[in-house]
């Protein structure tokens, strides 16, 4: 019953041995020939069944010999029959077989006989009848009980399969991360090292050669050379990660320390060599950052100055990280073109950072300023994400 669910077993079974023994008590007021032994037997025996759970047998073993004291004695008909009944359901749920069935027998039989012994107003026909009656009951209290035990069996069967197919899921969708990180990672080397290594060193023969000409070496020239080396770094290091099958969300290996805030200092450099105008300005209390916040600060910065250098021709850029006690907040603002009635289209890079944010909870703003440029303020919470 559903009003039931909720309620402790003992408290469960405790209200169903009182309704038993008020209904078998209001039996004893009705039967002229029941007395103060009848009333002790079918409390004994209704009582008896808050055992049912824990101690099948025991509401069994009473429940029997109680009833058939009461059912010798007063001679009350069917009613006697429902401890009985119910500890038979009791016994056989939980797996007993051969105590429930002499029960069965010993009370029919002991009440067949006493009834045919004493009856004086009623036929043998209709007391065989009777018996039969209660026979059939006791037969469907048992196949009750195994139906409802092999019910309980395959639920419990259904609920592991379950478990064990999920189990099995989350193996397989690691796995197949696995191999699809590696894929990756073969990709990432074949398509994107080999065409870095060549820019690095054609920039570095030409920083060699202009130097040993004693020529002026051009600051792009220089820039090109720095940010390649820093790119051999970093895809080396996302190929350890994605490499790395110990580290299934990717968050760990030596990369990370390439791409913290105390390198902000190298990154703002390599834009200015660039011909980017960059500032940058520290407030709050610098300490500690958790590493996936250290990390999206320093990728946000990053794409926003090199968003600056692609998209705002010649503009100056100011970078700004504020250390608070809850958030970290980073902010690059530029004066170049865009305005807020022709907004840029956003790219994958902006799409990036929104990703970042959002992955730790943050808040994310990117967008034209009133008086004209962009401005990308990220503002990264300290904490677990939300």
């Given at each position: 019953m559903t009003f039931l669910r909720g309620w402790h077993p003992l408290a469960v079974d405790s209200a169903l041995a009182?309704?038993?023994?008020?209904?078998?008590?209001?039996?004893?007021?009705?039967?002229?020939?029941?007395?103060?032994?009848?009333?002790?037997?079918?409390?004994?025996g209704s009582l008896s069944l808050v055992a049912w759970r824990r101690a099948p047998l025991v509401p069994l073993v009473v429940?029997?010999?109680?009833?058939?004291?009461?059912?010798?004695?007063?001679?009350?008909?069917?009613?006697?029959?429902?401890?009985?009944?119910?500890?038979?359901?009791?016994?056989?749920?939980?797996?007993?077989?051969?105590?429930?069935?002499l029960a069965s027998a010993v009370f029919l039989g002991v009440s067949l006989a006493i009834n045919l012994a004493t009856a004086?107003?009623?036929?043998?026909?209709?007391?065989?009848?009777?018996?039969?009656?209660?026979?059939?009951?006791?037969?469907?209290?048992?196949?009750?009980?195994?139906?409802?035990?092999?019910?309980?069996?395959?639920?419990?069967?259904?609920?592991q399969r379950?478990?064990?197919?999920?189990?099995?899921?989350?193996?397989?969708?690691?796995?197949?991360?696995?191999?699809?990180?590696?894929?990756?990672?073969?990709?990432?080397?074949d398509s994107l090292t080999h065409s870095i290594s060549v820019i690095k060193v054609q920039a570095g023969v030409a920083v060699h050669l202009a130097r040993k000409r004693g020529e002026e070496v051009p600051g792009a020239l220089v820039a090109i050379q720095e940010a390649s080396g820093d790119a051999m770094r970093e895809l080396r290091a996302t190929l350890e990660v994605l490499r790395d099958t110990d580290d299934p969300d990717g968050s760990g290996g030596s990369g990370a320390q390439d791409s913290r805030l105390d390198r902000l200092d190298g990154l703002v450099d390599r834009a200015r060599s660039t011909g980017l105008a960059a500032t940058v300005t520290i407030s709050g209390v610098r300490h500690e950052l958790p590493p996936e916040v250290d990390r999206a600060a320093y990728r946000i910065v990053q794409e926003a100055l090199t968003n600056v250098s692609r998209h705002a021709g010649g503009a100056a850029a100011s970078v700004r990280v504020d250390y608070g006690g809850d958030e970290l907040v980073v902010q690059v603002d530029d004066d170049g073109l865009a305005r807020r009635d022709a907004p840029p289209v956003p790219g994958v890079g902006l799409l990036g950072m929104r990703e970042r944010v959002t992955a730790l909870g943050?808040?994310?703003?990117?967008?034209?300023?009133?008086?004209?440029?962009?401005?990308?303020?990220?503002e990264l919470p300290l904490g677990e994400p939300t």
């Amino acid at each position: 019953m559903t009003f039931l669910r909720g309620w402790h077993p003992l408290a469960v079974d405790s209200a169903l041995a009182a309704v038993v023994a008020v209904m078998l008590a209001a039996t004893v007021l009705v039967t002229p020939q029941a007395g103060a032994l009848d009333l002790a037997a079918i409390l004994v025996g209704s009582l008896s069944l808050v055992a049912w759970r824990r101690a099948p047998l025991v509401p069994l073993v009473v429940g029997t010999v109680s009833m058939l004291v009461f059912s010798v004695h007063a001679q009350p008909g069917p009613p006697a029959a429902f401890p009985v009944l119910m500890a038979v359901f009791a016994a056989v749920w939980a797996g007993h077989l051969l105590l429930p069935a002499l029960a069965s027998a010993v009370f029919l039989g002991v009440s067949l006989a006493i009834n045919l012994a004493t009856a004086t107003g009623q036929s043998p026909k209709d007391i065989v009848q009777g018996t039969t009656l209660l026979l059939g009951w006791f037969l469907a209290s048992g196949v009750t009980a195994t139906v409802t035990r092999q019910r309980q069996a395959y639920l419990e069967q259904v609920e592991q399969r379950a478990l064990e197919a999920e189990r099995t899921r989350e193996e397989v969708a690691r796995r197949r991360a696995g191999e699809e990180r590696l894929r990756i990672a073969r990709e990432l080397h074949d398509s994107l090292t080999h065409s870095i290594s060549v820019i690095k060193v054609q920039a570095g023969v030409a920083v060699h050669l202009a130097r040993k000409r004693g020529e002026e070496v051009p600051g792009a020239l220089v820039a090109i050379q720095e940010a390649s080396g820093d790119a051999m770094r970093e895809l080396r290091a996302t190929l350890e990660v994605l490499r790395d099958t110990d580290d299934p969300d990717g968050s760990g290996g030596s990369g990370a320390q390439d791409s913290r805030l105390d390198r902000l200092d190298g990154l703002v450099d390599r834009a200015r060599s660039t011909g980017l105008a960059a500032t940058v300005t520290i407030s709050g209390v610098r300490h500690e950052l958790p590493p996936e916040v250290d990390r999206a600060a320093y990728r946000i910065v990053q794409e926003a100055l090199t968003n600056v250098s692609r998209h705002a021709g010649g503009a100056a850029a100011s970078v700004r990280v504020d250390y608070g006690g809850d958030e970290l907040v980073v902010q690059v603002d530029d004066d170049g073109l865009a305005r807020r009635d022709a907004p840029p289209v956003p790219g994958v890079g902006l799409l990036g950072m929104r990703e970042r944010v959002t992955a730790l909870g943050g808040r994310l703003r990117a967008e034209p300023r009133p008086e004209g440029g962009f401005t990308v303020r990220a503002e990264l919470p300290l904490g677990e994400p939300t």
